[in-house]
């Protein structure tokens, strides 16, 4: 139940644009990825609640797919869409 709960904050971290908690977490963490995910955090010490639910973006990413409609939040050349390298390699 626990990964499924944090798999729901991932998917709605991508999905909801205008939400507050993203708001918070890409203040916090800044972006990367065009806006999909934020940057792992740096800190070494104490428990982070971010850094629990990004320890299974992998697995996330693996389940997903992505719509490149008109191309702003996709890189078609260097994001990693089959294998794992980006078609630019």
Do not use: Q
């Given at each position: 139940?626990?990964?499924?709960?944090?798999?729901?904050?991932?998917?709605?971290?991508?999905?909801?644009d205008?939400?507050?908690?993203?708001n918070?977490f890409k203040?916090?963490?800044?972006?990367?990825?065009l806006?999909?995910?934020?940057?792992?955090?740096s800190?070494?010490?104490?428990?982070?609640?971010?850094?629990?639910?990004?320890?299974?973006?992998?697995?996330?990413?693996?389940?997903?797919?992505?719509?490149?409609?008109d191309?702003?939040?996709?890189?078609?050349?260097?994001?990693?869409?089959?294998g794992?390298r980006?078609?630019?390699?």
């Open positions: 139940m626990n990964e499924a709960l944090k798999t729901k904050w991932l998917w709605r971290f991508a999905k909801e205008d939400a507050v908690r993203k918070v203040a916090k963490y800044g972006i990367e990825d806006g999909w995910w934020t940057k792992r955090s800190y070494s010490h104490g428990f982070s609640f971010w850094k629990s639910i990004l320890a299974g973006l992998k697995h996330f990413k693996s389940l997903v797919h992505f719509e490149v409609k191309g702003t939040r996709v890189l078609f050349w260097h994001d990693v869409l089959c794992d980006p078609l630019k390699t």
